[in-house]
């Protein structure tokens, strides 16, 4: 399963998907210049349940675009602690995941689902086995 890379601009903070950690913004068209010492993979399992849209996602609050059905971004980052969080419109109960990113530690892998509620669906974060991602 390939990965998309995803990243926030470090000058403007648009949210895209890129080649590499080198490309070039295509908003504000400064290169990105990105210090990538680890990654946090997310990926989206399919559920019958299916909201149609993107996930959105929140990396220590900062929103990093949305996460359609079976898909997997590679988040580039700097070693430290992250929290990932997800919500979609009304749906905002999230059981976030904190991750590590250190040298000893520098992937990790995440998975994020739909828990289904009597009242209202509750987004689930968690690590995930990469051998299930098929990287
Ligand atoms: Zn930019």
Redesign the pocket.
């Known amino acids: 399963m390939a990965a998309k890379l995803r990243i926030k601009?470090p000058?403007?903070g648009?949210v895209n998907n890129f080649g590499s950690v080198n490309d070039t913004?295509p908003?504000?068209n400064?290169p990105l210049g990105l210090e990538e010492e680890g990654s946090i993979y997310i990926y989206r399992q399919g559920s019958p349940y299916g909201i149609a849209g993107g996930f959105g996602l929140f990396i220590n609050e900062q929103p990093h675009g949305y996460i359609g059905n079976k898909e997997l971004l590679r988040i580039p980052v700097k070693f430290g602690t992250y929290n990932i969080h997800s919500a979609v419109g009304m749906s905002r109960k999230c059981k976030d995941l904190q991750v590590t990113v250190t040298p000893e530690n520098p992937v990790v892998y995440t998975k994020v689902y739909i828990k289904p509620g009597f009242w209202t669906n509750s987004f689930v974060v968690e690590y995930v086995d990469p051998k299930l991602l098929d990287l």
């Open positions: 601009c000058h403007c648009e913004c908003k504000c400064k």
